[in-house]
């Protein structure tokens, strides 16, 4: 289990700088590492992802209004990915799967589970830059807030 949105969105802030034969392959490692990481509380970590679903909602609402569908498809992307690295949820075997069926929505088609994950980072790479540092700011005081009501866990969180 792990705290994946920051993750995931420091792995797409980077993506300008990599070279593109190198992309997948570190998508695929990032989410292999994200699937083995041992953050600690399962509470703690279902609590900051469950605000960055929220967000990705206020998100969606704000720029929909606006007619901008794309930035909104790309926040939902981050999500899936996170959702599911966290529930370690792989289409293959599950295809039925909630997650899964939404993901391929959003893509369009009926992807392998390693094409959905491709996709969904690809799509992720449009979540504005300009929101990463209000994004850490919230990331910081969740954890804050965490690391106040379980001190053992602070660690394993940062």
């Excluded at 990481?37 to 703690?44: N, Q, V, W």
């Excluded at 939404?102 to 994950?117: E, S, Y």
């Amino acid at each position: 289990m792990g705290v994946f949105f920051l993750w995931v969105i420091v792995l797409l802030a980077q993506k300008p700088m990599l070279s593109s034969s190198n992309d997948m392959s570190m998508e695929k490692a990032l989410a292999a590492s994200l699937a083995n990481a041992d953050t600690g509380s399962h509470s703690a970590v279902k609590l900051l992802y469950n605000v960055f679903v929220e967000l990705t909602k206020y998100e969606c609402q704000r720029y929909q209004s606006n007619g901008n569908q794309d930035v909104c498809s790309a926040w939902t992307a981050v999500n899936l990915i996170e959702a599911l690295e966290l529930q370690k949820i792989n289409c293959d075997d599950e295809p039925k799967n909630k997650i899964c069926k939404k993901a391929r929505l959003l893509l369009g088609g009926n992807l392998k589970h390693d094409q959905v994950v491709e996709g969904l980072f690809a799509l992720g790479k449009n979540v504005p830059s300009q929101d990463f540092p209000a994004l850490n700011a919230i990331r910081d005081g969740v954890i804050k807030y965490v690391c106040e009501k379980e001190p053992g866990e602070c660690k394993k969180l940062r």
